[in-house]
């Protein structure tokens, strides 16, 4: 039976990726057999065998993932837009029937994925006469979420307004985890505690800048899939 989780962060560019190739380093290095997975992802770069989405290439550069790529994703967008803005643009808005299918396929191969969203919580993903949230998304793959922040200067807005949001549409959160955190700046310290005090959401790692590892113990790690 297959467990995973659902990165989200508080914004685009806080560390998704990055902080996905560190989990399933974790996980291989601690023998479990892991996937990854992204419903919809805007920016890809062209190859012969079409678009493939950069998170998807860093991932597969990072962790050696036995499927091939074009298994671990649904919709890639050439554009660097809002997915529900190159969906208008390039055709081929998403389908929920597609991306449930398609995640069904990559949680049969393995014990454990990670399953990584796109920008912030609140992603439109398809805006026509059909409309798909990112939300839309977590729930139909009844995932919980594990939300990706920074340490700097506006992170406790920047985070608590996130974690408000997935309360408000009932999104279970497993944690928070903080990225690119300098453990010597007392205001990054500060942060993190005025962050834990005002969401009530466990952080569950600190991540500095460059890490190569990720510093958790096994159970936590794994009690953060479901
Ligand atoms: N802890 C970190 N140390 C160094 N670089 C990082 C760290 N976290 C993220 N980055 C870099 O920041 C950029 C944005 O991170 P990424 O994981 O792609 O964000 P997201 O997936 O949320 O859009 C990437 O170039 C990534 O390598
Ligand atoms: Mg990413």
């Given at each position: 039976m297959c467990k995973s989780v659902f990165i989200t962060a508080t914004?685009?560019?806080?560390?998704k990726t990055f902080i996905s190739g560190l989990l399933l380093k974790k996980l291989y290095a601690l023998g479990h057999k892991a996937g990854y997975y992204k419903a919809v992802l805007s920016g890809s770069v062209k190859t012969e065998k079409g678009l493939l989405p950069e998170d998807v290439n860093y991932i597969k550069n990072f962790v050696p993932l036995e499927?091939?790529?074009?298994?671990?994703?649904s919709y890639a967008y050439?554009?660097?837009?809002s997915p529900h803005l190159a969906a208008k643009l390039e055709g081929m808005p998403a389908r929920l029937e597609k991306i449930i299918q398609d995640y069904k396929k990559i949680s049969e191969q393995y014990t454990y994925v990670v399953v990584e969203g796109c920008?912030?919580?609140?992603?439109?993903i398809r805006y026509d006469q059909t409309k798909i949230f990112l939300t839309d998304i977590i729930r139909q793959l009844n995932l919980s979420v594990l939300v990706v922040a920074h340490t700097t200067l506006g992170t406790i807005n920047a985070t608590v307004l996130t974690i408000e949001y997935l309360k408000g549409q009932k999104i279970p959160i497993r944690g928070i985890l903080c990225n690119?955190?300098?453990?010597?700046n007392f205001m990054e310290q500060d942060n993190i505690h005025m962050i834990r005090e005002l969401t009530?959401?466990?952080?569950?790692a600190c991540v500095q800048a460059d890490?190569?590892?990720?510093?958790?113990?096994a159970e936590v790690l794994l009690s953060l899939f479901q």
């Open positions: 914004g685009t560019d806080i560390g499927c091939p790529p074009e298994t671990m994703f050439e554009q660097a837009l920008g912030g919580a609140v992603c439109p690119r955190y300098h453990p010597d009530g959401i466990p952080i569950v890490a190569e590892d990720l510093q958790m113990n």
